[in-house]
């Protein structure tokens, strides 16, 4: 997964009067997630050495200051009063979020590859990780209405973004049970946490559904295909065919102009009907009309329910990359910051 990229300039705030605390910003966010960024990263470099006591050193650091920028994140939200403040909280809180989203991608990836007390620290954290990305969702949702009509459908695509995921810790989980190699009771622990993360996907999948008509207008349906096809069903797909399905809405997403992957005027209705075309290997229409036809035979192939083969989604962005040019367009342009920051 992409790294999470550096994000635009906002305008200093205003000084304000003496507190009790000090009011949480978009910078102290930033530099929770910096902080959490660095210790990940860690992390994984020390899963891969084999260095169990390095990898639970900066597992802590990592949760504490995702844990941190999620705080910082929802307390802005808490204390805004104008559509502006909402905005820059929902910036905070998209960071944090994706944050949380690369805490849980590692640490699922190393449950198998640690040992000892370690390997039980490193299960026993996937749930409470999985559960502070939610609570950023959560958060998201609710100052949805507070922001300005024109960025709502912007920050709809953010939530659904990061609800859906890439499903990477199902697999991760998955993986690491069918090995056969995990002590009893970090299996229980793996077995409950890859539960939660399905049964999260699941429930992502209905709040996409309801945020369909928020959303812009071009992809909501090709989204409403793939999630009339999947929802009913989502807790019998197979792991790696549930990345596909997640990697096909984040392609969709990642596919509005205003995430800098195509535009208007590269295809139709933003182009995404030509990039979906190439991704799934079909004509490359430059419309959304054939789109329907080719979901249907990809889901279909997939789910057992329809004539079209399982062919994979390759090239699917991350959804990091995908958050990212979201977010760089909402704040870029709504608060008046800089240029946009590239999506990759």
Same mark, same amino acid.
């Given at each position: ?287 959304? @009309? *054939?789109?329907?036809? &080719?979901?249907?035979? /990809? $889901?279909?192939? #997939? %789910? !057992?329910?329809?004539? =079209? +083969? ?6 699917? @962005? *991350?959804?990091?990359? &995908?958050?990212?040019? /979201? $977010?760089?367009? #909402? %704040? !870029?342009?709504?608060? =008046? +910051? ?7």
């Amino acid at each position: 997964m992409a790294a999470l990229a550096t994000l635009v300039a906002l305008p200093a705030t205003a000084s304000a009067a003496p507190a009790k605390s000090a009011a949480p910003t978009k910078a102290a966010v930033q530099a929770n997630v910096d902080k959490a960024t660095k210790a990940v990263k860690r992390v994984k470099r020390y899963a891969r050495l084999g260095d169990s006591k390095a990898v639970a050193k900066h597992l802590k650091i990592a949760r504490s200051q995702s844990a941190a920028a999620s705080r910082n994140a929802r307390r802005m939200a808490n204390r805004a009063d104008t559509q502006s403040e909402n905005l820059r909280a929902a910036q905070a809180l998209t960071m944090a979020g994706t944050q949380y989203d690369d805490l849980v991608e590692a640490i699922t990836a190393i449950v198998d590859q640690v040992t000892g007390k370690t390997q039980t620290q490193v299960a026993s954290s996937i749930v409470p990780s999985l559960a502070g990305k939610q609570k950023i969702i959560d958060v998201l949702n609710q100052i949805l209405p507070q922001v300005p009509a024109e960025a709502q459908p912007i920050i709809a695509s953010i939530i659904a973004a990061l609800s859906a995921g890439d499903a990477n810790e199902v697999v991760n989980l998955s993986s690491a049970l069918q090995t056969g190699g995990l002590p009893v009771n970090v299996s229980a622990i793996v077995t409950q946490a890859l539960g939660t993360a399905t049964a999260m996907i699941d429930e992502a999948f209905g709040m996409i559904q309801s945020l369909l008509p928020m959303l812009p207008a071009a992809v909501q349906g090709p989204l409403a295909q793939v999630l009339n096809m999947v929802q009913s069903v989502v807790g019998t797909i197979v792991p790696t065919v549930l990345t596909t399905v997640t990697g096909l809405i984040d392609t969709i997403l990642g596919s509005l102009p205003f995430v800098g992957a195509t535009s208007a005027s590269a295809g139709g209705a933003f182009g995404l009907g030509g990039l979906l075309g190439g991704i799934l290997g079909g004509a490359g229409s430059d419309s959304l @009309g *054939g789109i329907g036809t &080719t979901l249907d035979g /990809l $889901l279909g192939g #997939l %789910l !057992g329910g329809g004539s =079209g +083969g399982s062919t994979p989604v390759a090239g699917a @962005g *991350g959804i990091m990359s &995908t958050v990212t040019g /979201l $977010l760089n367009n #909402l %704040l !870029g342009g709504l608060l =008046g +910051g800089g240029g946009l920051v590239p999506s990759t």
